[in-house]
């Protein structure tokens, strides 16, 4: 077989662009925005180390899809046929994907809701939130979402270039930024550590490693692909992850140091793309929060269901009642707590981006137990060099964590007392 040219593997790219594109909504934008705005260039390591964890652990997930042909959760049962030992995964599956996509479809309903108030100030959450639940039931119902999702991923993807675009025209200090990536700093400020475990959070997303295996497993059916899919994540994650580091650097050209207060909505977030777009700012980044925002709002309860529904032995057929259930629940929970929560929405985003930093340690011991077993995988299993980086970033993700319990914790006495 000829091999293949560079651009006709780039051209295989899509599982890994997928999981980009949903990492990239409205909790990557509103993160980095406070974290480059609170802090400048000096939390650009963490957002480095959540692409790099990122990348390692959805190649696995890929590989584990490809070789396996089924997702995480199938595969688990596969490998544990023991009762007990398949009741307590259903029920670290269940804690660490559906309970996380709660907090998380909170964000992604905030997200677009605020996106929208961007657009139209003065505009009812309420009403919005609303909206935008029954537009998303709607669309998972009848099964027509797949169109409307790659309209606003195209949309997404157009704001991922306008910053890059404003990140190159704000004239950053290029030395600070270098600084920024490759000398771990934590300042000693107020919720340093909630704002490093949020990045990590809103990049290495507990569902995304349910989504890719699956997704993966669809689109290539030989061992032999799994090179490409490797190459997939490598390039499609890789350039989310530097979207992310150059909202970053917009945001903090924009807030800090200008003494100016951080931004309490989309509105006054556009104002990191006036360099660029001046006046139109607000629609842009108005448009661009709504479509992260719609996107994930659609997939993020599909996810949860895909997962629940393999771990518990469902299938993945979704006309399936139980599949249904399950992703109406997150929805419904996603907008009843944007609703009633009185809290901001940059607050609420920035509360579930945490969550997920303390839910990711679970899933990934439970991918690197699976890609281990030679019996399973067989020459696909993990070398040497997977499980030492998995291992490195498994103990960093468990640190973070553990250093952000405090600030956690104060960030949902706030959510709940408001």
Known sequence: MAQKSVMEKLKDVGPGAVVAAAFIGPGTVTTCTFAGGSYGYTLLWAMLFSTITTIVLQEMAARLGIVKQSGLGEALRDKYSNATARILLAILVICAVFFGNVAYETGNVSGATMGLQAIVPGSSKVTWALAIGVLSFVLLITGKYKYIEKFLVCLVILMSIVFLATAIAV???????????????????????????????????????????????????????????????????????????????????????????????????????????????????????????????????????????????????????????????????????????????????MFAQAANAFLLPVTAILLMLVCNDKGFLGEFANKAWNNILGLIVLAIAIFIAFRNITAFTESLQKLLGA
């Open 171 to 349: 004239g950053a200090d290029w030395g600070a930024v270098i600084k920024g990536l490759f000398v771990p700093t934590v300042p000693k400020i107020e919720r340093a550590w909630f704002y490093i475990a949020g990045l990590l959070g809103t990049t290495v997303v507990p569902y995304n490693i349910y989504l890719h295996a699956s997704s993966a497993a669809k689109k290539w059916k030989t061992k032999e692909d799994v090179a490409a899919s490797r190459l997939d994540s490598i390039v499609s994650i890789g350039l989310g992850g530097m979207i992310s580091m150059c909202v970053i650097i917009t945001a903090s050209a924009a807030f800090y140091g200008t003494g100016a207060e951080l931004p309490k909505n989309g509105g006054e977030m556009a104002t990191q793309l006036a360099p660029l777009l001046g006046s139109w700012a607000k629609y842009a980044f108005g448009i661009g929060l709504f479509a992260a925002g719609m996107s994930s709002a659609i997939t993020a309860p599909l996810a949860a269901a895909f997962a629940s529904s393999g771990i518990l032995g469902w299938g993945e057929d979704m006309s399936n009642a139980k599949f249904k259930a399950i992703w109406m629940i997150v929805l419904c929970f996603g907008v009843g707590a944007t609703c009633t929560i009185g809290a901001s929405p940059t607050e609420i985003i």
